[in-house]
């Protein structure tokens, strides 16, 4: 006998319906950042929320999470993969950080489309989800009610980036002359460097590392900078590299990261200045600690702040009694002699509280002035410490390679294994450049791995290679080198220059979703318009009929508005067009 699917035999108990259950809404899934975000964004009419950030932020919170991924698209993107999203986030918040309670960044794309960027806390300090909350409902509210608002906002963002055409030449030489002015301006004299945040400038110090050979003022400053970062937070004595940045004016509370390009910067600027010591530490590092495999170099090294510290009970269990003590002494690392530490509040949305003085312990730093005795104590116990810290938490390194900074770093290589006669540090950059020239037949994308449906070329990228292969390629047995520069070189200015002499950060295209920004601006490294003059540089010295000095010239009268306007934010153009433009009558910018 058949039994109706609706029908029950009586032997079998009836089921009780069960409830019907809605099922919760989805978390935030964070989307790489590309067209497909935004195509999403514009199909929803909700706003994409952009975290630049090491990793995709895991929101514990899940309403929080529920309501970022209701109310926008969320797109996370690694620090360094598009400096032009980067640099307008940038323009924005500094232009609009003070209009209502909370800084709020709203750029408008090509297509009218807005996005926000959430505010972050710098590196190494957790974000507050209640700040958020707020944040984000305020941001939703405004971009619903404020759609003309934003736009305007928009607009004025974009035209940040224009400059005054020019009244009267301008060279090079008197860009130097004013970048020399706006440094002493923001100059600290009590604790060295420039600011109030701590965080080694390298475009200004490779400025003023060349401007110390005629100029006193610039010899002093640059000298009493680099000796406050030697005897700060800033600089780990143990194994001779430099942090990413410190948050107080007194060089404390140092971020944890330990970048590539801005560690090969400042060795080669402390090799410059006579400390070959402290360079040739500097270089060993990067050359033992971020090495990849296939020749890479990771971009930045990421450490908890417990593996960096120690209390002076470690210290003496590690080099015995005595020993441990003169070294807790030379290093900073007795209580007696350490401040309180101070109350930092990076940003409005996550404050840090004082931690008792009494437990916390102490990261090693250098006194600003060493006996010859105490140095050579210090070389002696030092890798017994480092041993000590590489037993604890490993760092952990970038997830991804970036090509500008790999190919920066591989020109630092190049120069200073040249300079002081180390093979392995050509070797080095030899390998560096033929893994990153491996990535593409062309040029390379901004960072790898990566899909070709997501690469993205890059005018930084582009140039740093192009300045590697060339500085390379100044070795006559290295002409293969050379000659793939000037190719390389080439293809960059034809796709990364505009029409009017500009070095734009993106390629032109038609179905670009993003608008174009000039690439003149330095970060914490040097601005692609930069490289480009180097490179242009080292090709007119290799071919000088083939017109790369007019090339430089051309950018320089592009760019020398923005550099007379904001010599600080161009102090890397200013730099490279007074090393390798000033001398030159062509070097006078005409009016425009």
Request: hydrophobic share 45%.
């Given at each position: ?9 009586s032997?079998?108990?009836p ?6 259950q ?8 964070f989307?790489?950042?590309?067209a ?42 690694y ?11 940038q ?8 209009e209502?309670?909370?800084p ?11 996005f ?68 002493s ?23 003023l590392?060349?401007?110390a ?9 640059l000298?009493?900078t680099?000796e ?5 937070d ?27 390009a ?17 360079a ?9 600690a ?8 990771n ?51 996550s404050p ?62 190049a ?10 540090y ?16 062309g ?5 790898t791995?990566?899909?070709?449906l997501?690469a ?12 590697a ?51 003149i ?6 601005s692609?318009?930069a ?18 000095r007019e090339a430089?010239h ?15 934010a161009c ?16 070097a ?5």
């Open positions: 006998m058949r039994v109706s699917s609706y029908a029950q035999p032997h079998i108990p089921i009780a319906p069960s409830p019907v809605a099922a919760p809404p989805a978390p935030a899934q989307l790489p950042f590309s497909e975000a935004f195509q999403q964004a514009r199909t929803r009419d909700v706003p994409v929320l952009l975290f630049i950030s090491d990793a995709p932020p895991t929101l514990s919170d899940a309403a929080l999470s529920m309501q970022i991924a209701e109310r926008t698209v969320p797109v996370w993107l620090p360094g993969m598009r400096p032009d999203v980067e640099l307008l986030c323009r924005a918040g500094a232009l609009f950080s003070e209502g309670a909370l709020l960044c709203a750029l408008m794309l090509e297509d009218a489309r807005v926000l960027a959430a505010p972050l806390p710098p590196a190494g300090f957790a974000l507050d989800p209640s700040r958020l909350y707020v944040w984000l409902s305020q941001a939703d509210r405004r971009f619903a009610q404020n759609r003309d608002a934003f736009i305007r906002q928009a607009v004025q963002t974009l035209r940040s980036f224009r400059a005054e055409p020019l009244r009267k030449p301008y060279s090079p030489h008197d860009a130097a002359h004013d970048l020399i002015r706006a440094l301006a923001v100059h600290d004299p009590i604790n060295g460097g420039f600011g109030k945040l701590k965080q080694p400038l390298c475009p200004a110090l490779r400025f590392s060349r401007a050979i005629g100029s006193h003022q610039a010899r002093t400053a000298d009493q680099l406050a970062m030697l005897a700060s800033l600089y780990d004595p143990l194994d001779g590299a430099f942090f990413r940045a410190t948050l107080t004016e007194d060089w404390r509370v140092f971020v944890p990261e330990k970048p590539l801005l560690n090969a910067l400042l060795a080669l600027t402390l090799l410059e200045s006579g400390r070959r010591a402290e040739v530490r500097a270089l060993d590092f990067l050359l033992s971020c090495s990849a495999p296939g020749g890479m170099l971009p930045c090294l990421t450490y908890s702040r417990e593996s960096c510290a120690f209390t002076p009970e470690q210290v003496c269990a590690a080099l015995g009694g005595e020993d441990g003590l003169r070294a807790c002494r030379l290093l900073g690392l007795r209580r007696q002699y350490a401040g309180p530490p101070p109350k930092v509040t990076p940003s409005r949305f840090v509280e004082d931690a008792g003085q009494t437990d916390l312990p102490r990261t090693p730093t250098l006194p600003k002035s060493l006996t010859p005795e105490d140095a050579a104590f210090l070389r002696r116990v030092m890798p017994q410490l480092l041993r000590v810290r590489a037993a604890r938490t490993p760092p952990t390194a970038a997830p991804c390679v970036l090509t500008e900074d790999c190919a920066l770093a591989a020109t630092v290589f120069l200073c294994g040249r300079r002081l006669g180390e093979a392995r050509i070797q080095l950059a030899q390998r560096a450049v033929g893994a990153l020239t491996a990535l593409s037949p040029l390379p994308p901004s960072y791995p990566v899909s070709a997501n993205q070329l890059t005018c930084g990228a582009g140039a740093a290679l192009a300045l292969l060339l500085t390379l390629g100044q070795d006559e047995a290295l002409y293969a080198y050379r000659e793939s520069g000037l190719r390389l070189l080439g293809a960059a200015l034809h796709l990364f220059i505009a029409p009017n002499g500009m070095p734009m950060h993106t390629p032109q295209d038609s179905a670009a979703f993003f608008p174009r920004i000039p690439a601006f330095d970060s914490e490294l040097p692609p318009a490289l480009f003059l180097h490179a242009l540089a080292l090709a007119d010295g290799f071919r000088p009929e083939a017109g790369y430089a051309t950018l320089w009268a592009a760019a020398a508005p923005y550099a007379r306007q904001q010599p600080l102090a890397g153009l200013i730099d490279a067009a007074n090393f390798t433009l000033s001398g030159s009558p062509e006078q910018t005409r009016p425009q």
